[in-house]
Nanobody, 116 residues
């Protein structure tokens, strides 16, 4: 069974940066579009960014210009570089396949807290 493990979150001041990592225990996602998602307290999970196997990327408006998604298919890993973080970016961040039909059980996520 494939698992997703997110890491790299933490407490950061506004304007700071973090790089999140997501490792899949198998290679089933190596050819599939992957996404980073986030869920803030009391809100629904939302898409942050998408990356296709060839490297094409798409970003939700709030992530454009600040976040960068990347992947290393050989390592079954997807990254999210986040710069100029804002308090409203505070959430638990998750990764999973972009298409719901390809998604597996959600991992534990990694907590990102932006606060002074």
């Amino acid at each position: 069974q494939v698992h997703l493990v997110e890491s790299g979150g933490g407490l950061v001041q506004p304007g700071g940066s973090l790089t999140l990592s997501c490792v899949a225990s198998g290679s089933i996602f190596s050819t599939k579009p992957m996404g980073w998602y986030r869920q803030a307290p009391g809100k629904q999970r939302e898409l942050v960014a998408t990356i296709f196997s060839g490297g094409t990327t798409y970003y939700t408006n709030f992530a454009k210009g600040r976040f960068t998604i990347s992947r290393q298919n050989a390592k079954n890993t997807v990254y999210l570089q986040m710069n100029n973080l804002k308090p409203e970016d505070t959430a638990v961040y998750y990764c999973n396949a972009r298409n719901p039909i390809d998604q597996i059980s959600w991992g534990q996520g990694t907590q990102v807290t932006v606060s002074s």
